[in-house]
């Protein structure tokens, strides 16, 4: 399962760390991830973290930082200078294998608000 926390209401020009906890059987991670969904709008992807690269949407380079604690199979979004089009429901993925016998597949959490407005 993955469990998302952080969220919440911050003013513009603000900041929030979002957290994203993997539990259960994990045989292997193959990149994680972090998507948000805006109001009347489709999922877009945030940021995503593989072994070999981390890749950041146009919109939140510079601001947004993803990180990833392997220990602890936990997924980090520290997010800077918050705009109000950054409102959206926050989504934590990944995509591996739970098992070594299973195909690879995607995971993804329930979500957390962040709404930034004054």
């Known amino acids: 399962q993955l469990a998302e926390s952080g969220g919440g209401l911050v003013q513009p020009g603000g900041s929030l760390r979002l957290s994203c906890l993997v539990s259960g059987n994990i045989f292997r991670i193959y990149r994680m991830g972090w998507y948000r969904q805006a109001p009347e709008k489709q999922r877009e992807l945030v940021a995503v973290i593989t072994t070999a690269s981390i890749d950041y949407d146009d919109s939140v380079k510079g601001r947004f930082t993803v990180s990833r604690d392997n220990a602890k199979n936990i997924l980090y979004l520290q997010m800077m200078s918050l705009k109000p089009e950054d409102t959206a429901v926050y989504f934590c993925?990944?995509?591996?294998?739970?098992?070594?016998?299973?195909?690879?597949?995607?995971?993804w959490g329930q979500g957390t608000q962040v709404t930034v407005s004054s």
């Open positions: 993925y990944y995509k591996g294998w739970r098992t070594s016998l299973d195909s690879l597949s995607e995971y």
